[in-house]
């Protein structure tokens, strides 16, 4: 897991390990990330209309289930970028998603976003969010 960082800390950070078109490539690379308009399954495992998912599990035993909807929720956990966040209050015009370190996001279904107003990756720089990736 890596710190999400603004683009101003990724350029210095970047700057005293590489230079040329390798600080250009690693930098656009990043910028790039950054850019990428927000989703909800970039925070907990959703199905393809972007709804949330829970773990399957057997409704007598409780245990885990095995089956094509474990093999969609598994998929679903494999897109998710910010680790870490859980499904907190799911209502019918959205869902309230929160970390363990109690950042809390509020997802509108019928505008598709955010209501606190993040439109992308590089919006959520201050929150102190950990992602996997590449970047």
């Known amino acids: 897991m890596k710190d999400l960082i603004s683009l101003r800390k990724k350029w210095k950070e970047l700057k005293s390990k590489y230079n040329g078109a390798e600080l250009a490539y690693r930098y656009d690379d990043y ?4 850019g990428r308009i927000l989703e909800l399954g970039m925070f907990v495992p959703c199905n393809g209309k972007g709804e949330p998912l829970e773990e399957p599990t057997d409704m007598y ?6 089956g094509a909807a474990m093999d969609e929720y598994q998929k679903a956990k494999e897109k998710v970028l910010f680790e870490g966040f859980q499904v907190r209050v799911k209502g019918e015009f959205g869902v309230a998603i929160v970390n363990k370190e109690g950042v809390r996001l509020d997802w509108r279904f019928h505008k598709n976003r955010f209501f606190q107003g993040y439109y992308t990756i590089e919006d959520l720089t201050g929150l102190g969010l950990k992602y996997k990736g590449k970047w």
């Open 31 to 34: 910028m790039e990330f950054t």
């Open 61 to 66: 035993t409780n245990e885990q289930y095995y």
